[in-house]
C-alpha cells in the first residue's frame, strides 16, 4: 500500500509540472475521517524552472505525525525525475526515486 500511495504522490507532482509553465504555488487543509479517526493534512507544493516540489504533513488522532517531501524535475519531453521519502510517527524513513514518461 505504501508503494502505491507514494507512486501516486510522486505521479501527481510529475502532472503537475507537465502541467506548469511558469512558477506557481499551491496551499491544502484538509481532515480525513476513517474508523480509526480523524487525520488533519496539509499539503503544500509549487512549480519553478522545471522543478516541482510537494511536502505533505499529516497528524494521526493520537497526535502522531507523518511526513511526505517530494520533488520532480523535467529532463525531456515528457519524462521526469522524482524523488520522494516519507517518514512516519516513530522516526523511521522510507524513500523513493525513478523516472516517469508522461505521454499526452
Known amino acids: 500500500?505504501?508503494?502505491r500511495t507514494a507512486l501516486a504522490g510522486v505521479a501527481a507532482l510529475a502532472l503537475t509540472?507537465?502541467?506548469v509553465g511558469s512558477a506557481s504555488a499551491y496551499d491544502r487543509?484538509?481532515?480525513i475521517y476513517?474508523?480509526?479517526g480523524r487525520y488533519h493534512q496539509h499539503v503544500?507544493?509549487?512549480c519553478s524552472g522545471g522543478t516541482c516540489t510537494r511536502d505533505s504533513r499529516t497528524v494521526g488522532p493520537w497526535g502522531g505525525v507523518t511526513t511526505r517531501d517530494?520533488?520532480?524535475t523535467k529532463v525531456g519531453t515528457g519524462q521526469f525525475n522524482c524523488a520522494e521519502t516519507t517518514t512516519g510517527p516513530w522516526g523511521h524513513s522510507v524513500s523513493h526515486s525513478g523516472t516517469i514518461t508522461v505521454d499526452r
Open 34 to 36: 476513517t474508523w480509526h
Open 17 to 19: 509540472l507537465a502541467g
Open 1 to 3: 500500500m505504501l508503494n
Open 29 to 31: 487543509w484538509s481532515t
Open 70 to 72: 517530494g520533488s520532480c
Open 44 to 46: 503544500s507544493g509549487q
